[in-house]
């Protein structure tokens, strides 16, 4: 069995970038992440370190709880202190809209394009990457909230809904208007998504589904 990373690496694994996966530590501290296969090193200058699959695993499970003589985990950050996640429409605790809010979806599609253009192999940045593939409903919602498209609220029938569907690498994405339906799909087709559209059989509602292109 593995070892758990120590609370050094562990740290420097929480504090990495939510979009990215892009780390900040020591040499001696990103190296043994390397070595351990939780991070890897990019060939291309600047030669930024950032979390492999498996990195990205650690950070999202649940800390071990530590022993009493442990030193204690610092408290998780709220929403209002920064962890972004995109809209994916119908959340209860929904972000505030504001100046605030546009500043940190373009940060996070800005901080996307760059994560596509490190780790794709020919540096593309209109086709997604290995992160959007396992994070298929944030990629796909973030997308959407960068363009300007409205989330749609806890109790409002408007605006877009992202979720997860059985079929593989792909997403459905709900939307009442036709208009707007349409206008999610071409953004999703500019960012690099294969989109149809379909009709749910039992309420004729018209939906995308969504997969992210690989060529």
Not at 17 to 27: F, M, S, W
Not at 129 to 137: A, S
């Amino acid at each position: 069995m593995t070892r758990p990373p120590t609370a050094a690496q562990r740290r420097v694994i929480d504090a990495a970038d939510p979009v990215t996966g892009r780390l900040r530590g020591t040499e001696a501290q990103l190296a043994a992440l390397v070595k351990r296969g939780l991070a890897f090193r990019h060939p291309r200058p600047p030669h930024d370190h950032f979390l492999t699959p498996a990195g990205h695993r650690i950070r999202e499970a649940e800390p071990a709880a530590p022993a009493a003589s442990a030193v204690p985990a610092e408290p998780e950050v709220s929403a209002a202190g920064g962890v972004f996640a995109a809209r994916i429409g119908g959340e209860e605790d929904a972000p505030r809209t504001g100046p605030a809010r546009l500043r940190e979806v373009r940060g996070a599609w800005q901080g996307l394009l760059e994560l596509r253009r490190m780790t794709n192999a020919d540096g593309a940045v209109d086709r997604p990457c290995g992160w959007e593939r396992t994070h298929l409903v944030q990629a796909a919602a973030l997308a959407l909230e960068a363009a300007g498209h409205g989330p749609a609220e806890r109790d409002s029938a408007q605006g877009y809904r992202v979720r997860a569907t059985p079929q593989p690498e792909a997403v459905a994405v709900f939307e009442p208007d036709g208009a707007r339906l349409r206008a999610c799909a071409a953004t999703l087709e500019e960012a690099g998504w294969q989109v149809g559209e379909h009709t749910e059989p039992r309420t004729k509602a018209r939906y995308l589904l969504a997969s992210p292109r690989r060529v």
